[in-house]
């Protein structure tokens, strides 16, 4: 016979082998689980988990125990009597709330006890399914037990928050035993408050065997109402190699919960009977007084356990054990008369039974547990091969002929998928052509008053505000600077007005040109790059918000674009814009004759495209040579300027022969209109203010239309519109970028279908590669 570890490392091997066929057979039934039946994928899953956690335990190579049993049945002890210590507390009140795994130390130095606590959230949930249970069906017993629980929570809550903080837990190293008593005492007995927040307890202790992995789970009543005690047993049931069941040797008969928590364990491992792999314990053996009623008793708990043999079937009396071999607390000392025990064991033709325990579930450990391993494995192996035998069965009629040779992946985009971009994209371009009209194109004259697009009006109304901006923000404007530089060199009691005209305007001048030729361009390209970006947000739109729309669009490096569209306003500001400037602020009044005959056919192309509310303004020729507007020329009333004009005319002969006046007489006229020089600063500001009032009123008024800016904006626009749909039209770009979304799945929202889509290609093509994986896997094992 295999030792267990010969078995164990055979296993291991053997469901390693059957863990990679596993892995792809959940695989592969989870992605066609619309092809096998719903109990098929079920059953797949159900066995992975159950190798899984087989696997998990031989590569641990530890032997699990878990010992059940109803409340205060006696497991606690029981688990006493065979560490040969009164450790865990076994009053006759309920005592035990949570799980504790005795773990088999190597070495005294090893010895270890760890505390592990619920979490807030825990304590939270164990609460809401006390008061759950409170509301259900319960024995009047369990319903006071359940309550008390509840109402103790209640009353300890905040000291047991205080245990929740610790999120590592507690840990103590011992050397003997005996050091630990009083702490486990207290967290699961006498300090309530600490016994309800321990979620675990682990004991490291050489008093199991030290030459094997052995771990013991005391785990809660599994007739408790709390939902989370039931689910540690049943977990501790699923990864248990055997099972120690306390029974109290009164009670023949198996309840409902017992039923139940046998049933659990039977499905866990349905390779393996609970028969093979459980020690029926009857506690509490001392009981009885009569050899007869004893014999009777036992004769019934062998008829109720009928497949478990006699060895596994063991009365005990911990007590005695304790009593007579071991440490046992002093309360049960006072209960306790070792003569008398000893007397009443000998009489019922028994022993305390713990040593025949002990030495059966060793005889397990070192022989019965490799052949419980090997029927276990064969199980799960087995099944494995039948569920295989099956899938393959539903599954190779559907996907296994898939070869190499069949449709490629691209072939899915052809003829079908032209068809129907031919016929999007020319819903697309009229969609377009509708939208474009309706929201970014201009009617004809675009120039001319009121003929922009309200889109391009809003161009229009931030070209006027940066206007306003710039020239209400001058730095040369304010009233400080026109005085310093009016002054310099000078006594501001002994200037030269007209010197001081000159310096301030030759300031003014460039500071202006400098300000409008940057920053009122960058605002015009803003303002047109504000409706290009809706053409794109459209066309991105129309292509189902497809990657690299805008980047084709508009070239890969759009900084170049808004740089050429920038240079472009710039050329056309400055044709008319620079003219106004020099002619409104280069020059005082009286020095601008020569500039009015140099720039006569632009000064002209001012006013005619001039579109002010005030047509008076219109003839802006008049105003630079005279100071005046025409209209008001003949009655300059309203200025300082004006009166002294008219004082100089006193006395002057006027003839006003229509046609026939003297050249002399004529001059002289034009002298009286003219505004004089200024003879002081606040004349000179006056004059600059003026001027500036009218270049803002051009600029605004006549250089946004002569320069044809809205004109230019339309033509970018158009520009970017025909690119769109020439980009398709002549070079078929489009079709290529949204084949590419289509083909790489880059983008869900193209309403692009196809029977035989990428997608579902793919997955027959790999759906057809896992079955020839799983059956060269499923050749080489079986």
Known sequence: MATWLETCQQQLARLEITSVLADKLVTLSNKTSEDIAPELVQKINTEHARLNRQLERLHANRFEVAVIGLEKAGKSALLNAWLGQEILPSARE????????????????????????????EITKLQKQRQDALAGTLGDKERKEIQEDFDDTEKNLNAILEFAKQKNGYTQPFIDISEINEQLQSAIFTNRAQSLAIKRIQLKTVRLRSDRDIIFHDVPGFNSGIQMHSEQAIDRLKAC????????????SITGPEKEILLIADAEDPSLKVSDKIFV????????????????????????????????????????????????????????????????????GINDGILPLKETVNHYIDHERAEALQTRCDALVNAFRYLTIDVLGKLEPLYGELTDTEMEEDDLLGKEFNQWWGREWQRIKKDFDVWYAESIQG?????????????????????????????????????DELKRIYTAGRT?????????????????????????ENELTDQLAQSLQVLIDQIVQKTQALLWETVDVRKSLLNSDESIEQA????????????????????????????????LHERSAEIKTLEAFYQGTDMSKQDVTHYLRYGLWAAKAAAPTTSTRAKAALKTAIGQEVVNIIGNEPASTKKSAEEQEKLPEPSNFEQVVEEINADLAALKDYLKNSVFYAAGFVT?????LERIRNRFKEMEDNDRQWIGIIRTAVKYEKNPNIPYNIAHSRRDFRMRRELAIELKEVREVFSQMY
Not at 317 to 343: N, Q
Not at 456 to 464: F, K, N, S, V
Not at 492 to 509: A, H, Q, T, V, W
């Open 564 to 595: 050429r569209i920038r240079h472009g306003f710039q050329v056309l500001f400055l044709r008319f814009g620079r003219v106004a400037v020099e002619a409104f602020i280069a020059k005082p009044l009286q020095a601008r004759e020569r500039l």
């Open 712 to 716: 230019y904006c339309n033509q970018e």
């Open 443 to 479: 009617r004809e004259e675009a120039d001319a008053l009121g003929a922009e697009h309200q889109e391009l009006a809003a161009l229009h109304a931030a070209y006027d505000a940066k206007i306003d901006a710039l020239l209400s923000n001058l730095t040369t404007g304010q009233l």
């Open 492 to 516: 501001i009691s002994m200037p030269d007005p007209r010197e001081g005209n000159y310096k301030i305007r030759e300031e003014l001048f460039r500071e202006i040109q400098q300000k409008f």
């Open 241 to 252: 190699d055997a099972i120690i069941y306390a029974k109290e040797m009164k009670q023949p």
């Open 94 to 121: 309920r005592c035990t709330f949570t799980s504790t795994e005795i773990w088999s130390a190597q070495t005294e130095q090893d010895q270890l006890l760890f505390i592990q606590y619920y979490s807030k959230e």
């Open 281 to 348: 314990v009857l506690t509490q053996a001392d009981a009885f007084d009569d050899p007869i009623d004893f014999k009777e008793t036992l004769a019934k708990h062998r008829n109720y356990w009928p497949a478990v043999p006699e060895r596994r079937m063991i009365p005990v009396c911990a007590r005695a054990h304790l009593v007579e071999f071991g440490i046992p607390s002093e309360d049960t000392l006072r209960r306790t008369k070792s003569a008398d025990d000893k007397t009443k064991l000998k009489k019922l």
